[in-house]
Nanobody, 125 residues
């Protein structure tokens, strides 16, 4: 019943910025910690960022730390990912994910219960 829908992907020039959004429906949003993952062709899904239930803690992959911000607005059932200084290697399908009770690590895809359909981000040089 939980649905996650991402938006905001597209074609961006290297050095630019992009903001992604994800809306959760079907259950109370503050029941879920939220994460962003990405997957490039031929590669495994990799962690990008995560945020706890009320936004008091955040986690970032080394590849994006310092140029990425994850945030949430519980009143809008939404989580956001803003990335600046985009690089061609940021090109991937970006997925929003949700976890109700985490039994593993925030950085592991297997920890999450629900996934969105993904949104394509392409960074051109």
């Amino acid at each position: 019943q939980v649905q996650l829908v991402e938006s905001g992907g597209g074609l961006v020039q290297a050095g630019g910025s992009l903001s992604l959004s994800c809306v959760l429906s079907g259950r109370p949003f503050d029941d879920y910690g939220m994460g962003w993952f990405r997957q490039a062709p031929g590669k495994e899904r990799e962690f990008v960022a995560a945020i706890t239930w009320f936004g008091d803690r955040t986690y970032y992959a080394d590849s994006v730390k310092g140029r990425c911000t994850i945030s949430r607005e519980n009143a809008k059932n939404s989580v956001y990912l803003h990335v600046n200084s985009l690089k061609p290697e940021d090109t991937a399908v970006y997925y929003c994910s949700a976890v109700h009770v985490i039994a593993g690590l925030w950085t592991e895809a297997s920890s999450y219960d629900h996934w969105g359909q993904g949104t394509q981000v392409t960074v051109s040089s």
